[in-house]
């Protein structure tokens, strides 16, 4: 038997669309609402929507199951693409370290950072790091994410990376969330292979990827490309090994430093480039420049994902926002969250701080977080707008008297209830 609901009287409907498109430049300001509005929901699915008043008209027979939404805007579920949200323990040690004035580099090198997580996680189980992450997971449904990606990239071992990946895919098959998953094993060099940087690259494409394609663990390759980690050349190898089995790239790129990683990520044709909190003139004219040159021909752009979050945990200057969407780039907003860069997973407080530290507007940055967000992890087909035949994955939110309000009342949490696959979580 089909389940149909129906939501009457929401203030305003948020980011409707009729069709999904990727939003560059000055486009990422639209965002289209209907005020009084209604939603029909069949199956899980948006089924219908309109203005109150066109209501009888659109739906003639109201079914059994009415929501009434009255004073409370409802906005597509954020959609979280980039994460690294299975971890084995957190690193609240290092948060100490840094206050007392160690760099993020330095930590690394004195053994924690990556490797830290790396040496936990190898010791975890499965079902340890299931749990611990089914929790996070909760977390953030509860603040309003409904679609995540979720990296591997703490085991750095082939049972490890393999572990990881098979523990995504479980909670793939158990979470009502849009869940895609990426290999991350480029995300630092173990210590054995610390003199033997070819010796690593080669257990990730002859022993890990293999296996990974064979059991279909992945949706993505990612990769650090940073100084005292991976360099673009290496990167090139292992996204072309990737390709091979047709694992994308979305790549971690200029977060620390530029060493040639977005033009490598560019000739990679990535899905996205994540970070950029250091980007020269050059590099912005050159993802302005792919931009202007592939837009109008239905190609599939680069999307530039900005981790805030990670810049402001980490003391860094924040990501260029407003050079580049003045400059035609599509933009997405992810939390990044892990235990050592962005310990959180709110989206709320990303989407806040892109308005008050990179001056987005609350427009674009809601954009950032729901359609390019899901362009940005390939699941622009099933969420982030309110369109016919998308999941019906909603935010409802307290009574509030504009959107803006959302990222200006930044330490209050706005979200009353989220809907996935048109139940209430
Ligand atoms: O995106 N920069 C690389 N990776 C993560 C941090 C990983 C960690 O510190 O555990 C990031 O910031
Ligand atoms: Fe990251």
Not at 374 to 398: P, Q, Y
């Amino acid at each position: 038997m089909s389940s149909v609901a129906i939501i009457i009287n929401i203030a305003q409907l948020v980011n409707v669309r009729e069709h999904s498109q990727l939003l560059m430049g000055t486009a990422l300001a639209e965002l289209p609402v209907i005020e009084n509005a209604f939603v029909l929901i069949e199956d899980g699915l948006i089924a219908e929507y309109g203005h109150m008043y066109e209501l009888e008209l659109k739906v003639p027979q109201l079914p059994k199951y009415v929501i009434d939404a009255a004073g409370q805007f409802i906005l597509p579920a954020w959609c979280d693409s980039h994460t690294h949200l299975l971890f084995a323990a957190s690193r609240e040690n290092e948060f100490i370290d840094k206050i007392k004035g160690l760099t993020y580099a330095e930590i690394a090198a004195k053994g924690g950072g990556i490797l830290n997580s790396a040496e936990k996680l190898n010791n975890a189980t499965e079902d340890e790091l299931f749990v611990q992450a089914w929790k996070r997971l909760e977390e953030v449904s509860k603040l309003g994410t409904g679609a995540i990606e979720i990296k591997s990239g703490y085991g750095l071992t082939v049972e490890g990376e393999l572990k990881m990946l098979r523990v995504i895919k479980k909670l793939k098959e158990k979470s009502a969330l849009s869940i895609k998953s990426t290999f991350l094993g480029a995300h630092t060099y173990p210590l054995q292979f610390k003199e033997n940087h070819q010796g690593y690259i080669d257990s990730i494409i002859n022993d890990m990827l293999p296996v990974i394609a064979g059991e279909n663990l992945a949706d993505y390759i990612d990769v650090f490309c940073e100084t005292g980690f991976f360099l673009p050349g290496e990167m090139e190898q292992i996204c072309k090994a990737g390709l091979q089995y047709g694992l994308k790239p979305k790549l971690h790129v200029n977060q620390l430093n530029s060493i040639g990683g977005i033009e490598m990520g560019l000739k990679l044709n990535a899905v996205s480039l994540d970070h950029l909190e250091t980007l020269n003139e050059q590099e912005i004219n050159l993802l302005c420049n792919q931009q202007s040159m592939l837009s109008g021909k239905g190609h599939k752009e680069t999307i530039c994902t900005l981790l805030p979050t990670a810049a402001f945990f980490l003391r860094m200057g924040f990501q260029p926002a407003r050079k580049l969407i003045d400059t035609g780039c599509a933009i997405a907003l992810a939390s990044d969250y892990n235990p050592g860069s962005s310990p959180s997973g709110n989206m709320n407080l990303v989407i806040a701080m892109s308005c008050i530290q990179m001056k987005m507007l609350p427009e674009e940055a809601i954009n950032a977080a729901t359609i390019n967000g899901a362009f940005a992890m390939g699941v622009d087909n099933e969420c982030g707008s309110i369109t016919i035949g998308k999941k019906a994955n909603l935010i409802f939110t307290k009574t509030i008297p504009s959107i803006a309000y959302l990222p200006y009342s930044f330490g209050s949490n706005l979200i009353d209830k989220v809907m996935i696959n048109g139940q209430f979580i």
